[in-house]
């Protein structure tokens, strides 16, 4: 279940009109947090992630299910599942089924504090990053980045020239 200012978070996300997959960086990073503070392991930067996704669905942000060919069809058809369940907002639900979802529910952590904690680490998720970049292709990296500064507004782009101008300034000293 994820955090109430997680929620907060992403529904000002919502309002602010950005990206699904932005609204669903917010539970991403919850997970990473998570793990890094030992409430629960995982084995890779990739569950991590696919973790962080599954809850962005149930909470309702409309995360496209992954295409056909780059995923098995039990990871689409549990991403549909959960975009279905975040579609309804009743929190009433059968008592026959909430026994099992809270046993299941229960192994799944217990069997997550059983992983190690280096699946998250800044090293792990960069590497991530990095190998998932690589994957995209030159002009799909490029029209992201364009469009992340054209979304940033004056003042950002202002303060971002600056930061990348210490940044740089460092770099030569060394």
Do not use: C, W, Y
């Amino acid at each position: 279940m994820p955090e109430q200012k997680t929620l907060k978070r992403a529904t000002a996300d919502k309002r602010a009109g950005k990206a699904a997959s932005t609204q669903a960086g917010e539970f991403v990073k919850e997970q990473v947090d998570k793990v890094r503070a030992g409430k629960h392991g995982v084995r890779s930067a990739k569950q991590a992630i696919a973790i962080g996704l599954s809850e962005a669905r149930r909470a309702g942000v409309a995360v496209k299910s992954p295409k056909k060919g780059t995923t098995s069809e039990a990871t689409r058809k549990k991403a549909d599942k959960d975009n279905a369940a975040g579609q309804h907002k009743s929190t009433a639900r059968k008592s026959a089924s909430t026994e099992s979802t809270a046993k299941r529910s229960r192994a799944a952590t217990n069997a997550l504090k059983r992983e190690g904690t280096a699946g998250a680490s800044p090293t792990a998720m960069s590497k991530q990053a990095k190998s998932a970049a690589a994957k995209r292709p030159a002009a799909s990296r490029s029209a992201a980045a364009k469009k992340a500064a054209a979304t940033k507004g004056a003042a950002g782009r202002s303060a971002a020239a600056k930061k990348a101008a210490q940044t740089r300034a460092s770099r030569a000293h060394h």
